[in-house]
Each structure stands twice: as structure tokens, then as C-alpha cells.
């Protein structure tokens, strides 16, 4: 089969169209990895033609062997879609889990993602604490996240709290809160860690001035998740820009009776008054 025509390439290639049309990828922003299941990579094995080993920057054991693919350094998640031959990097993971090499795609030369650290390592780490169930990392820059990291402090319980009182159903997509950084320079392997120590409690890391990451099993729970943080931090700026003071709001009690109601465990630390 062609790679392009692949159920799991199709789905990848919507996903970075549904991101762009949100106005999240600007120029190059943003990037998204999939790890592909050996079944996946076993319909499209015949088309690779692997090239030279590289250093991945950090290491990643408990990915030694397996496939990604990710969107490439420098490249528009807008063109995705029309080239992705050009656009998307198939890659493979080393024995070691210390280098990759690319088998498919960057026709016309080119690298991973310049987040690939801080991918890998959130999949390694997600890998690990799912027991395999989660397989996407996205990374956007969604205009309201960014804008509350200008005026709230960056505290993973501030973050929690307010973006779960502005929707009902937030509570509910993201049990767990979501974790917050401080500004760090993107593209290391200090930021990389840093988000993946995050990840191991959250499914959403926010990047202080910079964007967001989001984890999930599938394409649609990924996106979808990045689609209701974003919502519910839009609200909170329509919120802000009218008043600093909320009239009324979803209480604490209200939580606790939403994570009865909905059978879902909302993270203990977050539900202090
Ligand atoms: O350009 O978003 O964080 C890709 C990025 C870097
Ligand atoms: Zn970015």
C-alpha cells in the first residue's frame, strides 16, 4: 500500500489540517508525532528506503524499535496535506533508543521536528504509564493559552482550576489538570525533560508564552483535547476582558458532583478551595 493511503497516515495528515484551519499553525508552529503500531508499519514496510542513523539528542529506551511519524523541522503543518512526502518524516528508532533514521518522506531533504526531543520523550514517558495506550503528541500554539500564560500565575492548580470552571464538560475531558512551565528555550533537551516529568501526571503540558502539548491514544482524542483546553481558555479571556470578578461560577461542590455523576477522578490537589 502507498504510505499516503494508510488509514493512520490519512488520519495524521486530517489532523494537521484541522490545526491549521483552527489558526494554531502559524508558518511552522506546531508539530505532531504518532507512534505507529507494528501492525501499521507492517502494511507499509515494502515502501521503505532507510538512510543514515542520527542522534536523537536524548535517550529513549523503552522506544528502541519502533516507528514514528512526525512533521518535519521548518516545515508548514499547512502543506502537510498537499506534499506530504515533503512534509512528513516516517522514522525508525535504533536499538539503543539514541538514534533514528528517517525511511519515508522529506523528499526533498529535511529533519524531524525541532521538537523531536521533547516528543520522544513524552512518548516515552506516556508509553510507560498508559501501558502503551497513548500513541499521539501534538504540539500547538493556541492564541487564548498562550494569552492566560500573560496574566495568570503559571501554577499547574491555577491553570487547572480556571480552565475547568469555564465549561462543564472540561472537568470531564481532562481529569487530571493540566501542567504548566515557565518560559524555557524550545527545542532542548531541558525543556524536553521537563515536559515529559509533567506528562507522567498530565495529558496537557503548557508552555509559558509559547503553546501547548497535548497526549492522547488517537487523533481524535488528542486533537480533541487540544481543541477543549483551547476552548475553555477562550472563554476565560472573554471572561477577563469583561470583568475580574465572576459573579458565579462551577463551585468546588459542583466538581465533585460532576466526577460523580460522570464516574471520572478528578485530581485530588486541584479540588481545595
Ligand atoms: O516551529 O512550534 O516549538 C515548531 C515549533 C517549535
Ligand atoms: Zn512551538
Known amino acids: 500500500m502507498r504510505i499516503v493511503d494508510a488509514e493512520f497516515v490519512r488520519e495524521f495528515i486530517?489532523?494537521?489540517?484541522?490545526?491549521?484551519?483552527?489558526?494554531?499553525?502559524?508558518?511552522?508552529?506546531?508539530?505532531?508525532?504518532?507512534?505507529?503500531?507494528?501492525?501499521?508499519?507492517?502494511?507499509?514496510?515494502?515502501?521503505?528506503?532507510?538512510?543514515?542513523w542520527q542522534p536523537i539528542g536524548v535517550t529513549v529506551k523503552n522506544l528502541a524499535g519502533e516507528f514514528f511519524i512526525a512533521t518535519g523541522s521548518?516545515?508548514?503543518?499547512?502543506?502537510?496535506?498537499?506534499?506530504?512526502?515533503?512534509?512528513?518524516?516516517?522514522?525508525?528508532?535504533?536499538e539503543k533508543g539514541e538514534n533514528y533514521r528517517i525511511v519515508w518522506g522529506m523528499d526533498n531533504g529535511g529533519t524531524p521536528t525541532s521538537e523531536f526531543p521533547s516528543h520522544l520523550m513524552?512518548?516515552?514517558?506516556?508509553?510507560?504509564?498508559?501501558?502503551?495506550?497513548?500513541?499521539?503528541?501534538?504540539h500547538a500554539h493556541p492564541p487564548n493559552i498562550i494569552a492566560l500564560t500573560y496574566v495568570l500565575p503559571?501554577?499547574?492548580?491555577?491553570?487547572t482550576r480556571e480552565l475547568w470552571e469555564m465549561a462543564t464538560e472540561c472537568p470531564v475531558v481532562f481529569p487530571q489538570g493540566v501542567g504548566v512551565l515557565g518560559w524555557m528555550v524550545p527545542g532542548r533537551g531541558e525543556i524536553a525533560k521537563a515536559t515529559?516529568?509533567?506528562?507522567?501526571?498530565?495529558?496537557?503540558?503548557?508552555?509559558?508564552?509559547?503553546?501547548?502539548?497535548?497526549?492522547?491514544?488517537d487523533f481524535d482524542a488528542t486533537f480533541g483535547l487540544m481543541d477543549t483546553v483551547e476552548k475553555s481558555a477562550e472563554i476565560l479571556v472573554k471572561v477577563l476582558s469583561m470583568t475580574d470578578h465572576k459573579r458565579q461560577t462551577i463551585t468546588t461542590q459542583n466538581l465533585k458532583d460532576l466526577a460523580k455523576a460522570f464516574g471520572v477522578r478528578l485530581n485530588e490537589a486541584f479540588l481545595e478551595d
Open 14 to 52: 486530517r489532523l494537521t489540517d484541522d490545526g491549521y484551519r483552527k489558526g494554531w499553525h502559524e508558518r511552522n508552529g506546531g508539530n505532531l508525532t504518532y507512534r505507529v503500531r507494528p501492525e501499521e508499519v507492517d502494511i507499509v514496510r515494502s515502501r521503505f528506503i532507510p538512510r543514515e
Open 74 to 94: 521548518g516545515k508548514f503543518l499547512r502543506n502537510v496535506s498537499v506534499a506530504p512526502e515533503d512534509n512528513i518524516a516516517f522514522t525508525e528508532i535504533d
Open 122 to 138: 513524552n512518548h516515552s514517558v506516556k508509553k510507560e504509564v498508559t501501558n502503551g495506550e497513548h500513541h499521539v503528541i501534538y
Open 154 to 159: 503559571l501554577e499547574d492548580k491555577v491553570f
Open 196 to 217: 515529559s516529568e509533567l506528562m507522567k501526571k498530565y495529558n496537557v503540558a503548557i508552555w509559558a508564552h509559547h503553546g501547548m502539548f497535548c497526549s492522547g491514544r
